[in-house]
């Protein structure tokens, strides 16, 4: 921040805080990067400018995974994957997806996950060759083998 100051910028870019976040967090420091996040949002939110709005909140819900408890990381991915839907920003969302399904990976949530992956992967346009919609598939042959290999009850 300092660098955009001797600039004469009184306040670093959106794009640039993003990256200073993602930073902490591949440091592993978490709550460094969520303060950035949740500063991040409410500057997006004051500014009316929404351009790293799917991405900040996807990486706050990726961050929000790495607590006890799930319950926040879930909201948090589901406010990511709206995002994603209301800007149309498809890939995003397939990431956001990916990353909700991952979340819902115990075998009582399977059925979850391979609705969130299903819905991404329809709404990607025909001849859409992103290597996340490879990485989803994979994903939810996976989901739908452990489905297979569950005995009936």
């Given at each position: 921040?300092?660098?955009?100051?001797?600039?004469?910028?009184?306040?670093?870019?959106?794009?640039?805080?993003?990256?200073?976040?993602?930073?902490?967090?591949?440091?592993?420091?978490?709550?460094?990067?969520?303060?950035?996040?949740?500063?991040?949002?409410?500057?997006?939110?004051?500014?009316?400018?929404?351009?790293?709005?799917?991405?900040?909140?996807?990486?706050?819900?990726?961050?929000?995974?790495?607590?006890?408890?799930?319950?926040?990381?879930?909201?948090?991915?589901?406010?990511?994957?709206?995002?994603?839907?209301?800007?149309?920003?498809?890939?995003?969302?397939?990431?956001?997806?990916?990353?909700?399904?991952?979340?819902?990976?115990?075998?009582?949530?399977?059925?979850?996950a391979r609705d969130v992956l299903e819905?991404?992967?329809?709404?990607?346009?025909?001849?859409?060759?992103?290597?996340?919609?490879?990485?989803?598939?994979?994903?939810?042959?996976?989901?739908?083998?452990?489905?297979?290999?569950?005995?009936?009850?």
């Amino acid at each position: 921040m300092a660098l955009c100051r001797s600039y004469g910028l009184s306040a670093a870019p959106l794009g640039f805080q993003l990256l200073v976040a993602e930073a902490k967090a591949e440091e592993g420091r978490t709550d460094d990067a969520l303060a950035i996040v949740d500063d991040l949002l409410a500057a997006m939110e004051l500014s009316g400018e929404h351009q790293y709005e799917a991405q900040t909140r996807r990486l706050r819900a990726n961050l929000l995974r790495r607590r006890p408890g799930h319950g926040q990381a879930e909201a948090a991915f589901l406010a990511a994957l709206e995002t994603t839907r209301r800007q149309k920003t498809r890939a995003l969302e397939l990431r956001a997806a990916i990353d909700l399904a991952e979340l819902y990976s115990g075998p009582d949530q399977q059925a979850r996950a391979r609705d969130v992956l299903e819905s991404a992967l329809h709404a990607l346009p025909e001849g859409g060759a992103l290597p996340e919609a490879e990485q989803a598939r994979r994903l939810l042959v996976s989901l739908q083998s452990a489905k297979a290999a569950r005995p009936m009850h």
